[in-house]
C-alpha cells in the first residue's frame, strides 16, 4: 500500500464532525435495516462541534444557538439500534420526545438534562 501524498479532490479529508453521528460497524457485523425514527442533525454556525437533532422539527424555534449562532441543517439519518459516533440514540429518542430536541457535542458527554 502506498501513501497518499496529494489530496484527492474526489474523496477529500474530513474533519472529526464530520462523523458524527455516523452508525459504528464493527468487522463481520450486519448491517441493520433501516426504521425507526428519523434524526435531523444541525450544527452550530458558532461551535462546529455543538449539534442538535430533533425529529425534523426546526431546532431554532426549539433552542436558541449559543453565542451568537445559528443551527445549519448537517445530515438526517435514520434510527439503527446501533451504536453512533458522539450520538446516543437512546437518549436522543427519549430527550426529543421529552423536550424535543437532544444536544450533543462531538468529543464531550454533555449532560441529558440541559
Request: charged share 20%; glycine share 12%.
Amino acid at each position: 500500500m502506498t501513501r497518499q501524498h496529494k489530496i484527492d479532490h474526489e474523496i477529500p479529508p474530513t474533519k472529526p464532525g464530520d462523523w458524527t453521528g455516523a452508525a459504528v460497524r464493527l468487522p463481520g457485523g450486519k448491517t441493520p435495516p433501516s426504521g425507526g425514527m428519523e434524526f435531523h442533525l444541525f450544527r452550530s454556525s458558532a461551535d462546529r462541534t455543538l449539534f442538535i437533532a430533533t425529529d425534523g422539527s426546526d431546532p431554532n424555534g426549539l433552542l436558541p444557538c449559543p453565542n451568537g449562532g445559528t443551527w445549519l441543517p448537517f445530515k438526517t439519518f435514520h434510527e439503527t439500534g446501533q451504536s453512533r459516533v458522539a450520538f446516543s440514540e437512546p437518549n436522543a429518542k427519549r430527550d426529543i420526545a421529552e423536550r424535543g430536541f437532544h444536544l450533543t457535542q462531538a468529543g464531550v458527554k454533555l449532560a441529558s438534562s440541559q
